[in-house]
């Protein structure tokens, strides 16, 4: 991506992208994929600069983990905002950031939970791998390096025969392929032999050959990953039918990489649901700092209750230092469509799923609790371990998604505040029960059905009532959102939830980490059996999450 113009921000005065008259007035609004994976600064500024926008105001990064202090736990969500994106979002600079190993946290919040300034915390937040997005390019559809020189793979001149190809790998990819296709050889042109080599950025070659029988059955060519991030070049000569094709091009180079994407297809390999959930689980990584309270801020944070410095936020977050999980922009709603414009032209994978918003001002509205209470938890948790608690039943183990930061999930074009996505990790029987004469016989057959699929997820009446049902689910908006289907709505379990596979957790955007569910016994008081659950299951890591109790 091209860097920022300076003279951007001049053409604007200038009027040559002025809202026009009856546009929403300019506000701060965040430029991002779902404002909690991080992803690199350099595509979000090209994707704006790309537009024409404005420069941007600043970076920011969201989390959440657990806090502990004066030994008891407290779920927090944090933000953190370089001095730009604070300063737009705040002049008076009561959002600034605080100095490295401080935390600054709402003064309500902190009230309410007995804390002051100069207190010290213990935060844990899970990190976890993005989702890997296999980028397959077909041959015919490939232009010259010359004339597409920014392109992620392009063809380089013929070397002796041989066709030569640029491949761009972005870092933490982790396989590389050659597959072989013959739509391109036409009638007789089976059996073909691709006999090539890959060349690392480094120089190192590793020979390949790949094949296509008589019955068109492939043999693919790998280089097995982590791939070395940077330009490869692969070459090969295609013989087709006992025929030397020099600088022939018939085939599909794949490579998976880190993206965006709203299903992850690492976990399907994995058909049982907890078994897929727990691998989920085990894939991430327990962050820890200790924080000192630095001051209270008397207003609303972007999306939670604390603000910490970008360092401590990147570590906490699994950033890298040129990631953050979006850019404060000063613009008008009028951005949007040139926004999406060069968002579709752009050959930036991660530009594709980016899109600008309001900028968050603050938590969401907590739902009520319903059939059961949510812990946050730490990843090793041991359910079978915990003690019981009078007023709730057996626990269960979850990965758990918090609609993504600034967005509000929509079932037919109606909202729904607060919605989690919930994938079931046992033990035991799922925490929610099938309605009669619904779609399947058993709540094992509803989340077998459920795993497989890349889309559909089971609701809570709170949003999508009814025993059998077909609701439209957007996660993000409707132009780049991630899309489910309710197909039924199921009952004793949290309120907001869609009930889903792991896969569609670990895809739709940064999962919290493990949540213990809690399904409330017939006729408990559910403040009541939180604090006495709080008591219990504190000492060993759990938090009460904020929106269980309304």
């Given at each position: 991506m091209r860097a920022l113009r300076p003279l951007l921000v001049l053409a604007l005065l200038a009027g040559c992208s002025a809202p026009k008259a009856g546009d929403a007035p300019a506000g701060p609004m965040l430029l991002a994929v779902d404002g909690r994976?991080?992803?690199?600064?350099?595509?979000?500024?090209?994707?704006?600069?790309?537009?024409?926008?404005?420069?941007?105001?600043?970076?920011?990064?969201?989390?959440?983990?657990v806090a502990t202090a004066h030994g008891e736990p407290f779920a927090l969500d944090f933000a953190s905002l370089d001095l730009g994106a604070a300063r737009a979002l705040d002049a008076t600079g009561a959002l600034d950031p605080p100095a490295p190993g401080e935390i600054a946290l709402n003064g309500?919040?902190?009230?309410?939970?007995?804390?002051?300034?100069?207190?010290?915390?213990?935060?844990?937040?899970?990190?976890?791998?993005?989702?890997?997005?296999?980028?397959?390019?077909?041959m015919e559809r490939i232009r010259p390096c010359d004339r597409t020189p920014t392109a992620t793979v392009c063809f380089l001149p013929p070397e002796g025969g041989q066709l030569a190809i640029r491949l761009a790998v972005p870092p933490d990819s982790q396989d590389l392929a050659f597959i072989p296709e013959g739509?391109?050889?036409?009638?007789?042109?089976?059996?073909?032999?691709?006999?090539?080599?890959?060349?690392?950025?480094?120089?190192?070659?590793?020979?390949?050959?790949?094949?296509?029988?008589?019955l068109a059955r492939p043999t693919l060519a790998t280089v097995d990953g982590p791939i070395a991030p940077g330009a490869w070049t692969i070459r090969f000569r295609l013989e087709s039918n006992k025929t030397t094709l020099n600088g022939a091009a018939a085939g599909i180079v794949r490579v998976r990489e880190p993206g965006y994407t709203w299903f992850?297809?690492?976990?399907?390999?994995?058909?049982?649901?907890?078994?897929?959930?727990?691998?989920?689980?085990?894939?991430?990584?327990?962050?820890?700092?200790?924080?000192?309270?630095?001051?209270?801020?008397?207003?609303?944070?972007?999306?939670?209750?604390?603000?910490?410095?970008?360092?401590?936020?990147?570590?906490?977050t699994g950033a890298r230092a040129d990631e953050a999980s979006g850019l404060v922009v000063v613009a008008s709603p009028a951005l949007l469509p040139a926004l999406s414009d060069a968002r579709n032209r752009s050959a930036d994978a991660v530009a594709l799923g980016l899109r600008a918003r309001p900028a968050p001002q603050g938590p969401?509205?907590?739902?009520?609790?319903?059939?059961?209470?949510?812990?946050?938890?730490?990843?090793?948790?041991?359910?079978?371990?915990?003690?019981?608690?009078?007023?709730?039943?057996?626990?269960?183990?979850?990965?758990?998604?918090?609609?993504?930061?600034?967005?509000i999930a929509a079932a037919e074009s109606r909202p729904v505040p607060g919605l989690r996505l919930l994938a079931f990790g046992g033990p035991g029987d799922p925490p929610w029960s099938m309605p009669p004469g619904g779609r399947w016989p058993s709540a094992q057959a509803a989340l077998d059905n459920v795993t497989r699929s890349r889309t559909l997820v089971l609701s809570t009446p709170d949003w999508a009532p009814g025993t059998l049902l077909t609701t439209r689910l957007v996660l993000g908006d409707d132009r780049v959102g991630r899309v489910a289907v309710a197909v039924e709505s199921v009952e004793g379990g949290p309120a907001d939830v869609a009930w889903s596979s792991a896969s569609l957790v670990a895809g739709a955007g940064k999962p919290l980490g493990a949540v213990v569910v809690a399904p409330l016994a017939p006729?408990?008081?559910?403040?009541?059996?939180?604090?006495?659950?709080?008591?219990?299951?504190?000492?060993?890591g759990l938090a009460l999450d904020a929106g269980s109790i309304a």
């Open positions: 994976w991080p992803l690199p600064e350099a595509s979000m500024r090209g994707l704006l600069a790309d537009a024409q926008g404005p420069s941007a105001a600043g970076a920011a990064w969201f989390g959440g983990g309500t919040w902190a009230r309410a939970n007995g804390l002051a300034a100069g207190d010290a915390l213990a935060l844990r937040a899970s990190t976890f791998p993005k989702p890997l997005v296999t980028a397959g390019y077909e739509a391109e050889l036409g009638p007789g042109g089976l059996p073909a032999w691709w006999n090539g080599s890959f060349e690392s950025p480094s120089g190192e070659r590793t020979p390949w050959n790949a094949t296509l029988d008589e992850d297809d690492r976990l399907v390999v994995e058909p049982d649901g907890p078994a897929q959930t727990r691998e989920l689980l085990s894939w991430g990584r327990d962050e820890q700092a200790t924080l000192r309270v630095s001051r209270l801020v008397e207003r609303a944070i972007p999306a939670g209750v604390a603000l910490l410095t970008p360092a401590d936020a990147q570590r906490l969401g509205p907590a739902p009520a609790a319903k059939g059961a209470l949510l812990f946050r938890a730490p990843l090793d948790v041991d359910v079978a371990k915990l003690p019981p608690v009078p007023g709730l039943a057996a626990p269960s183990l979850a990965a758990m998604l918090e609609t993504p930061v600034g967005e006729g408990a008081d559910a403040r009541a059996a939180a604090a006495q659950a709080q008591q219990a299951w504190g000492p060993l």
